[in-house]
């Protein structure tokens, strides 16, 4: 029993000791031609891997290759050398976005970028297995948002709207079955979809995809039922949760 914990305990020394020298070499390489690598980087992570003496395990810039229910599959490469995960997810797994937004497994997909941590599972080494307690979804770039600006143009059978900002542009606001419609402030008619039109100003607050610059609307506030007015309109403002 001691003698395979001998083993195990250099077997971790070894590929950690790869994962150093992979990632100093990378870091020197002017020419840097590992693609994962840089994959990786273009996401904000980092790739690199740390085993503890405690059985933990710490992984980043791991890339998703298959998904079967709770169970994600994903490895990480430098050069020609891949190393292989396993990763187990429980209820009690958090899963966060790239910007620290609550995710879910779900959320997951192919060729997705994450980090995780967790216990190692000794009985399995090839390809390693960890009970993760936290994944984090580089790939999902989503963040809480909220923007003021003026209706630009509405798709009433899409159920969403493009709003025009100050600080990012024209925003897809996606409407959803649970999106609240304020009422105008003074103004005891309720609101709906229908008194979204172009010109009104309105505040969208929601989740936004940094990528696709969409807004799934959490709730929305009509300000004015017609274009001009408030001068701080058309500023918006997107902030990390």
Excluded: C
Aim: hydrophobic share 40%; glycine share 8%.
């Amino acid at each position: 029993m001691k003698q395979k914990i001998s083993y195990l305990i250099a077997a971790v020394l070894v590929l950690s000791g790869f994962a150093f020298f992979s990632l100093a070499k990378a870091d020197n390489n002017s020419n840097d031609n590992m693609g994962h690598a840089k994959e990786v980087r273009n996401t904000g992570s980092s790739l690199e891997v740390h085993f503890y003496d405690n059985g933990s395990v710490l992984v980043r810039g791991a890339k998703v290759t298959a998904i079967s229910g709770n169970v994600v599959n994903a490895s990480m490469s430098w050069g020609s050398s891949v190393l292989n995960w396993t990763v187990n997810l429980s209820a009690s797994s958090k899963v966060v976005r790239k910007f620290g937004g609550v995710a879910s497994v779900s959320e997951i997909a192919v060729g997705d970028i994450l980090s995780f941590q967790g216990n190692l599972d000794t009985t399995n080494t090839s390809p390693f297995t960890v009970n993760a307690s936290t994944v984090k979804n580089w790939s999902i770039q989503k963040k809480m948002a909220s923007f003021n600006g003026t209706v630009k143009s509405v798709d009433s059978t899409g159920m969403k709207f493009v709003l025009t900002s100050g600080n990012r542009g024209d925003v897809t606001v996606v409407v959803a079955s649970s999106t609240q419609f304020k009422k105008e402030e003074g103004n005891s008619t309720a609101l709906t979809f229908a008194n979204i039109i172009v010109g009104a100003q309105v505040t969208a607050r929601g989740v936004l995809d940094t990528v696709s610059n969409q807004l799934t609307a959490n709730d929305i506030r009509i300000k004015q039922s017609n274009s001009g007015g408030d001068s701080n309109s058309n500023q918006g403002n997107d902030n990390n949760h």
